[in-house]
């Protein structure tokens, strides 16, 4: 199994209870076939720039390790997922 890491943006019009049910689906993808080292939902903050016409967004950061094909089923999740603006996976090198 390898690390990983993953950031995501969330819609800052999205409610609390919706932030932590996107959340925990995504967490339950990871279990599924990894297990998560760090998790951390950073909360409401700026952008540097507009993203599909919004100015803020709910970031969390996720570490993980788990193998390829789980990776590439939660990147096909986040793409479909209306309330992800913005992600980031990466290969934790640390």
């Known amino acids: 199994m390898r690390k990983y890491e993953v950031m995501y943006i969330l ?5 609390q209870e919706a932030v932590q049910a996107t959340v925990e689906k995504f967490q339950g993808i990871i279990s599924n076939g990894g297990e998560i080292t760090k998790h951390e ?3 409401k903050r700026r952008l540097a720039y507009e ?3 919004f100015r803020d967004g709910t970031f969390v950061l996720v570490n993980f390790s ?6 590439a089923e939660l ?4 793409k479909i997922s209306d309330e992800v603006i913005r ?8």
């Open 11 to 15: 819609r800052p019009d999205v409610e």
């Open 41 to 43: 939902v950073m909360g």
């Open 51 to 53: 993203i599909k016409k």
């Open 66 to 71: 788990t193998t390829p094909e789980v990776v």
């Open 75 to 78: 990147e096909r999740i986040m």
């Open 87 to 94: 992600y980031l996976i990466t290969l934790d090198v640390a």
